[in-house]
Structures are given as structure tokens and as C-alpha cells.
């Protein structure tokens, strides 16, 4: 007999005829407009992007539904009157218009949210401030390397809400979550892995505590048989048990854990730990990925899943696996030289996480946008690790005030050189590297200042190193 979702058809009959807002046409939001229409709702769309920023083709899509929109930095001051507000991550929960529509009655809540509320699957989500998109992919190909129907979403794959009526019970929801998704939710996903926390994003949260606590909303409404999976070497995630409601799994490369799952950094083997009992479960010299911060992201991976994985599959998926793109990514080689692409390497911590993964002398490219971070941290691994330094972007100057303090400390000298666009920083890179070296482009920013996103950062930088390479 056919699995029926009772929630979901409950959900369907309780938006007949209601009014919804939809704030911001993310790549989340817009497939709920169709969604919402088949049920008669009344839809209205807000984003605070001026309208000749809009894609004209969604423009011309909500023109030909009848569907209202507001936009521009004004447009919540039409939110009245809505029995549901979505809203996007980019939207903060707590806007003055928003909060008293919710007072005057409206549901606040999101795609997320109702894909975690709504699904009969087990869903598995990962937030983390580094390695929750390797980790996320690592989950997800484990699982079906094992045999389960799994879905992808959150911050990559697809937006799962409309396919919400496809689960069933035995199938996975694997979702990368971040602090945006994360600030309101009010359900928590069935296992939650926590990678790290390291201050970031916080030129749009209001502090740090605010971003930690936003992570911990991954498992606080989690039930006691259900699961954390943290990291037990980074200081703030090691104390989140305290606040666990279900079962806790720590994973380490530091610490020999009786229980739970660790890198081993003496004999380079990721184990499995019982009781003190440490079995071996995959060599690093047998991975693609490279760096002990990939050892750590399979180290969580395998913490996640420990339940339900033949453990011969799980080894060669793993060992399998190459990585994401934009996430130390290989590139090619010039002269004896190899490029890689971290565009990824959004704060200090991935940057400094992707310049210890490699034995040989780095030639950096570093620098973006601004979000208001401490780049002291990063000074110590770039001369450590550094021949070089090619920087470029709103941080360069925060970047080089580090690392010539650091310098000046250890009385050493490398090279620094400032860009004003990616193509030169290419063109000096290829100048100032030598045979040995490798090139690594891991700009400890956002990408905002230049680029939509570190996504369209990342192919750029690409397209300019296999152009060079020619």
C-alpha cells in the first residue's frame, strides 16, 4: 500500500485560500510559489532588491500569475494582513515589520523548516562555520553508496520542499544548514552534526554569541532518542552536550576518544572508538582529499551515519571521494606547478585549515570582502606555510598588517604583493612561483566586493589559470 504523508496533506488544506508572504526570491523561495497557487493561496512577494535587480524572467512569471510584490529597502512596510510568512535565510526574523506581523497572529517560518516539519524520512542536517559542505556530500554519497533514496538540500542540491511528497520513512534528508536557516528554527533534524564554530558572518549577525546560538538551534528541539555529533576539539562546540537533549557522538584528531570516531594523526588512520577499543577504519594514504581538516570532516561523516552503513561500502566511498569543487580543488599544472582553487575559504579558519594541508611551500592568493573579522589568527600559518603572499580586495590591508607584525615578531621577510583584480593576482602568481611550490587561492574573505558568491568567484579564478596555462 502506498505510503500516505498525512502532515503534508494537512499542511495543503490549512494554506487553501490563506494569505501568504514570501520574503525574498532566493533559490529557496521560488519554487513555493507554484507550490502554494495549486492550493488557491493568496500569494504576495517581498525582497528588498529594487526591481531592475530582479531577474525579469521571475518578473514576468509573477506578472502572468497575478501574484503583488514589493520591492526595495521599503517593501515590508506593506507586510499586513498574512496568515504565513517564508522567509528566505538572507532575512533576518527579527525586522521590526515582521515581528509585529507575527504578534498580529501571521506563522513565521521557512522552507527549511517545513521540509524538517513535514518529511517522514530521517533527516540528518550539518551546520558548522568550515567543512559542512564536504561533510554534507560526504553523508549524503555514504548513504547512497549503502543503498538509500536520499534527498540533498539546504545551502546546496535542490530546494526539498516540493519534494517533500515524493519521501517515505525509509529514505534520507541530508541538509546543509546555515546560521541564516538556522536563527528561527523551531525543529531540529533527527541527527545533527555540528563540524566547528569559529567567529564568521558577523557583519550580519549581531555578535558572535548571536552565531553560536543560531548553530545550536541544529539540535536543541532534538528529542532524547535522537543524535549530536560534535566536534570535541574545538572549545565552544566540545561544550554543547551540556545543552543536548538526545544522545551525544564526539569525533577528534586530537584527542584518543574511548568512545566515538578520531583521526589518528600519529598512524594517519581514521578509527572507530568503543569502550577504549580502537577500530581502524581507513588510511589517510588511501584518500583523495587532502588535509587533516578533510580527516576530521570524514571523521564526522562517519559519526553520522555509524548507524545505518555496511561498513566495506562506506571505506570505498570515502576513499572515492575527490572533494567539491571550489574546496581545494586541483586545478592543473604550469610548469611543474600545481594550482588549486579554495575559493571556499571564506574567513581566516578555512584558510588557514586549506594552508595546512599541504607539505610543500604555498604562494598565496588571498583577500575580498570585508565582514568585520580578526585576521590576527591567520598571520602565524601564512608565514609558517607562505613563500609568498599575492593579495587583493577591501582586506588586503588587514591581511598585510597581520602578517607584517607576525614578521616583524619572528624577525623573518616574505614577499607581499597587492592586486586590483583576480587576473592580475593570476598573472603575478605565475611570475613569482617556482618549480616546487604550489599555487593556492584561498582568499580568507567573502567574495561580495567582486563576484555574486565564492561559487562564481572560484570558476573565475579557474578560467583565468587554464587561460595562463595555454
Known sequence: MPYTNQKLQDFNNSITNKRIAIIGLGISNIPLIDYFLKYNAILTVFDNRPKEKI???????????NIKYFFGENSLKNLKNFDYIFRSP?????????????????????????????????????TGSDGKTTTTT??????????YKCFLGGNIGIPLFTKISEMTPEDMVVLELSSFQLMDLKI??????????????????????????????????????????IN??????????????????????????????????????????????RKHFVRQKNMKLRGIHNCENIAAAISATLNYINEDK?????????????????????????????????SPTRTIAGLNAFDEKIVLIAGGYDKHLDYSPIAEPIIKNVSKL??????????ETAVIEELKKENKNIPIY????????????????VEGEVVLFSPASASFDLFKNFEERGKKFKELVIKESK
Not at 531577474?55 to 500569475?65: H, P, R, Y
Not at 599575492?390 to 591581511?399: C, E, H, P, R, V
Open 90 to 126: 538572507s532575512c533576518r526574523p527579527d525586522l521590526p515589520e515582521i515581528v509585529k506581523e507575527v504578534e498580529n497572529g501571521a506563522i513565521l517560518t521557512s522552507e527549511i523548516e517545513k521540509v524538517l516539519e513535514l518529511t517522514p524520512s530521517t533527516t540528518i542536517g550539518i
Open 232 to 277: 570535541y576539539d574545538n572549545d565552544i562546540t566540545k561544550d554543547f552536550y551540556k545543552d543536548a537533549k538526545g544522545k551525544v557522538r564526539y569525533f577528534s584528531s586530537i584527542d584518543n576518544l574511548d568512545n566515538g570516531v578520531i583521526f589518528d594523526r600519529t598512524d594517519k588512520i581514521v578509527k572507530i572508538c568503543n569502550d577504549g577499543i
Open 314 to 346: 562506506t571505506r570505498q566511498t570515502i576513499e572515492n571521494f575527490s572533494g567539491v569543487e571550489h574546496r581545494l580543488e586541483y586545478i592543473t599544472d604550469i610548469n611543474n606547478i600545481k594550482w588549486y582553487n579554495d575559493s571556499i575559504g571564506t
Open 188 to 229: 531540529s533534524p533527527n541527527i545533527a552534526v555540528v563540524t566547528n564554530i569559529s567567529p564568521n558572518h558577523l557583519n550580519v549577525h549581531k555578535d558572535y554569541q548571536e552565531y553560536i546560538d543560531s548553530k545550536k538551534n541544529i539540535f536543541l528541539h532534538q528529542k532524547e532518542n535522537e543524535l549530536l555529533v
Open 418 to 433: 597587492k592586486c586590483k583584480t583576480l587576473e592580475e593576482t593570476v598573472i603575478r602568481a605565475k611570475e613569482v612561483t
Open 138 to 147: 560526504l553523508i549524503y554519497n555514504i548513504l547512497k553508496s549503502n543503498g
Open 55 to 65: 531577474d525579469e524572467e521571475i518578473i514576468n512569471k509573477l506578472d502572468n500569475v
Open 390 to 399: 599575492i593579495l587583493m580586495g577591501q582586506t588586503a590591508d588587514k591581511i
